[in-house]
């Protein structure tokens, strides 16, 4: 097959379909990646507009511009846009776009998810955006601290959209986060062992699973105060049991990590800039993973530095103190890793450095103020005023902005196959830069003078008018820096002539397909035997396109990668793919109508949606079953090997198990507010308790372990040739009777809207009952899928991937009922 024939193959396998229907139907990684930065870059322009409207507010003493209720809502929206509609999926949209091409595989794990993530993040956009047009927007500042969100402070919606749609859109940073720790450890190059990984793609994984244990914590958090203020159930009211300081600990269980979800991915991406910049490799490529992974650890044992004046005990203080500070050492490794690569070769100051000087000088200002802050009598000096929120926008906007800038530059001739023309990039960086730091260093000053944040005015005797005036002004220096920017894009997005395939010279894969690329990525995949392929072998792209490489006959037509070992990148398995649907925008939909039942208070469409997305979700499964087996396939380069479905360890069961990781940081946080709560809050022990009970206790505990001991015997019978359904049945029972068990629990306890206890054991109730209704479904459709012939001793996948949900259950039962049971017989 030449060429040509084998690249028109290709594209009628993998093209998205032409037109309208291609942007709704598109599983395809270029496109969605195209479709998350597009939106997420819009939403960065309504985050801006925001911002200018503050600073017009703030340029002059007793302005009169607009009123505190309006302003409450800017700063809020401003925040929540930036932190949650910008920064997190700018880094989903990138690593979508980016990931396979640089892994050297023609998609993510799971295309259909792709998808769904970015209509869940469009649709919860969405509802924001709503509100904020029609001035019901969020106003309680955007990390939202009860008792000021609580019912009774905020009785409006306004803030219901807030918990609601962030929730919604988190679903998309969860989705990403499962999809890309998968594909960077089973979707790479064959060749391409764990310390050949390009750069970027250490930082994708780290900051994934940073999402997947960061974010449930929120989620949590979020969940428990609109089920305070939709039903009255008690978590954050001092007066019934709650703390209000328990939404705090949640909020910085994330928000603390989240500055290093945001920083990771910037830095990923300044470490595969800088050494093709300077023409060399990158100097410590060990440490800077090593010191990548402290980070990440580091940062979940920091939340508390946000807190330091809750009244914290003083021995806490000197240890989250002393930790924060900490942080600047595996920060400072990578900054001297970067410095010494520049040092080793020979820096050329393309368009992309540029902004790569602007993130040295801004970082490393904003590292210095967040040592000073995190040294606890100074931090009681200035918390809460705008020395705080210009030093979080010194590590934001020069710890991100600056870097994706940079990467935005590096990247744009790959995805439009073009050279820039003019010198606009120029002349905006420097806009960008000097108004960046006059906006906010004028800040730092008047933030030590004593102007606090969020305040909608001041008096002309504070004196604070001519420092103010002079942010202003440069705020709308920068912002015409950053449209310039935009007008750079769109002109060589549409007039700029073609340009080289590899401009930059760079050794990754992503520089060695099409360009721009090609629906497929890679006409055959690559064997990868370096970390920078393309200095190794030169002519690899030329190669790959002759299909010298795996995968390069395309005689079925059927979407297909490959699937490797996790450590040594050893080919394992031959993976199909689902084609172009529909399935997931209406999942989406159906998913958004679920939350907006509960925004707007429509009960009675709650369980109707949810039935919607369980139905949705079993075709969407079923769509993976197969009739029969197929045995070994052929792959190219004389190679055999297994249907990745064919396997117990299928993607399937991988995704599983890091939904699983962060399913279990939501539980764990559960957990941990009812210990919280136990040991901090007023009035416990509650005057009523839950009768506890041996018997339930017993009985539970044996009928969740019986599920899924049954659950393992039945994917060891089916390996054997052995008729599954004698250990699926009695699996099916033993969840039943868990179930009943929780729903017994949920009907015995005392009324959950009059003390936190009962409110606390009730989530934990309804979360075990979720969770053996879902156990329930999931070994329903095995049965059926045992009784229709779609499984054998070799179509074995969903048998594995039952055995860990239902573990996972067992586990979570234990847990609760001791929590429900056994503090009563103690007491
Ligand atoms: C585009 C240039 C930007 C300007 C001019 C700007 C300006 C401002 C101003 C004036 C405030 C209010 C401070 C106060 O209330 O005292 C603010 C708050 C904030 N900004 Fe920005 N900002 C910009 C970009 C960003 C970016 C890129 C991020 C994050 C990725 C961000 C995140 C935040 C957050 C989290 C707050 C706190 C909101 C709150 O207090 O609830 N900003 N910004
Ligand atoms: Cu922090």
Redesign the pocket.
């Known amino acids: 097959m030449n060429a040509l024939r084998r690249h028109r193959k290709l594209d009628a396998i993998w093209a998205s379909e032409p037109g309208w229907k291609g942007w709704t139907s598109s599983v395809n990684h270029s496109d969605l990646g195209r479709m998350f930065l597009f939106t997420a870059f819009f939403f ?1 322009l309504v ?2 507009v925001l ?2 409207l ?2 017009a507010q ?1 340029a002059t003493p007793d302005s009169a511009f607009v009123d505190a209720g309006a302003f409450a809502q800017f ?2 929206m ?3 846009i ?2 949650f509609l ?2 997190i999926p700018t880094f989903e949209g990138l690593a979508i776009y980016l990931l396979p091409k640089m892994l050297g595989t023609r998609d993510l794990a799971f295309p259909r998810l792709t998808a769904y993530g970015y209509w869940c993040y469009a649709f919860g956009g969405a509802m924001l955006l709503v509100a904020l047009f029609f001035g019901i927007a969020p106003d309680g ?3 939202m601290y009860p008792p000021l969100t609580g019912p009774l402070h905020s009785p409006g919606i306004n803030t219901d959209f807030w918990l609601i749609g962030i929730t919604f859109v988190e679903i998309s940073a969860i989705c990403a986060a499962v999809e890309f720790t998968v594909s960077i450890l089973k979707y790479r190059a064959p060749g391409m062992s764990l310390d050949k990984m390009p750069i970027f793609a250490w930082y994708a994984l780290v900051t994934s699973l940073m999402i997947l244990t960061g974010f449930p914590p929120l989620i949590l958090g979020s969940v428990l105060l609109e089920v305070e203020r939709a039903f009255s159930l008690p978590f954050f009211q001092a007066d019934l049991g709650g703390d209000s300081l328990l939404w705090q600990h949640l909020f910085w269980l994330f928000g603390h990590p989240e500055v290093y979800i ?1 920083f990771l991915p910037a830095a990923g991406v300044i470490s595969t800039v800088i050494p093709v910049m300077a023409r060399t490799t990158l100097l410590g490529y060990g440490w800077i993973v090593a010191s990548a992974l402290a980070l990440a650890f580091l940062s979940f044992g920091l939340w508390v530095h946000h807190m330091f004046t809750t009244g914290i005990p003083h021995m806490g203080l000197a240890f989250f103190s002393a930790a924060s500070t900490l942080v600047a050492v595996p920060t400072g490794v990578q900054v001297f890793a970067w410095i010494g690569t520049m040092w080793k070769g020979r820096p050329e100051l393309h368009m992309p450095m540029l902004h790569i000087l602007g993130f040295f000088v801004t970082f490393i200002i904003g590292g210095l103020t967040g040592v000073m802050v995190a040294v606890v009598p100074f931090d009681w000096q200035a918390h809460d005023t ?1 020395f705080i ?1 210009a030093h ?2 010194y590590v ?2 020069g710890g ?2 600056f870097p994706m800038l940079a990467g935005i530059y590096y990247w744009l001739p790959l995805v439009s196959g073009r050279k820039r023309l003019f010198r606009l990039g120029e002349l905006a960086f420097a806009l960008i830069f000097v108004g ?1 730091h006059g ?1 906010f260093l004028a ?1 730092h000053w008047v933030g030590l003078l004593g ?5 909608e005015t001041y008096d002309a005797e504070t004196g604070w008018g001519v420092i103010n005036f002079i942010s202003s002004v440069s ?1 709308f220096v ?2 015409i820096g ?1 449209a310039m920017v935009l007008v750079d894009i769109i002109i060589h997005s549409f007039v700029a002539v073609r340009g080289p395939r590899n401009p930059w010279r760079a050794g990754t894969l992503e520089w060695a397909g099409m360009s721009p690329p090609a629906a497929y990525n890679f006409a055959s995949l690559p064997m990868v035997g370096a970390r920078a392929p393309l200095y190794d072998t030169p002519d690899l792209s030329n190669r790959l396109a002759k299909g010298e490489g795996y995968l390069g006959a395309p005689d079925v037509a059927r979407r297909e990668t490959l699937m490797v070992d996790a450590a040594s990148g050893r080919l394992e398995a031959l993976v199909i793919y689902p084609g172009n649907t529909r399935l997931p925008i209406l999942m989406a939909s159906v998913t958004g109508g679920f939350f907006l039942s509960i925004l707007l208070k429509l009960f009675w469409l709650t369980p109707l949606a949810l039935a919607g997305v369980a139905a949705l979700a079993l075709v969407w499964v079923w769509q993976l079953g197969a009739r029969d087996d197929q045995g070994p396939q052929k792959v190219g380069r004389g190679t055999l090997l297994p249907l990745a479905n064919e396997s117990d360890r299928s993607p399937g069961w991988w995704g599983s198990t890091f939904l699983l990781m962060a399913n279990a940081t939501f539980f764990g946080s559960l957990l941990f507010g009812y210990a919280f709560l136990w040991t901090v809050a007023p009035g416990w022990p509650p005057a009523q308790w839950l009768a506890p009970s041996w018997v339930e206790l017993a009985f539970g505990i044996g009928a969740a372990l019986v599920a899924a001991l049954a659950q393992h015997l039945s994917a060891r019978r089916n390996r054997a040739g052995t008729p599954p359904m004698i250990a699926l049945a009695p699996a099916l029972l033993a969840t039943v009777a868990t179930a009943v068990v929780f729903g017994v629990l949920l009907l015995r306890l005392p009324p959950p809207d009059g003390h936190a206890y009962a409110a606390t054991l009730m989530i934990l109730s309804v979360y075990g009952l979720t969770h053996a209704l879902l156990v329930l479904l999931m070994q329903g459709f095995l049965i059926l899928q045992v009784q229709c012939g779609y499984t054998s001793p070799r179509r074995r996948a969903g048998f594995a991937v039952v055995a860990l949900w239902s573990d996972y259950l067992a586990a979570i039962t234990v847990l609760i009922l001791l929590a429900a049971h056994l503090p009563g017989m103690i007491a």
């Open positions: 960065f985050g801006g911002a200018m503050i600073r703030l700063f809020t401003h925040g929540t930036m932190m910008f920064a500042g955007w990390f945001i705008a929120a979080l926008h934001l906007f991100f902005v960046f906006t800040m102007q606090r944040r969020r305040i705020s920068m912002a950053l």
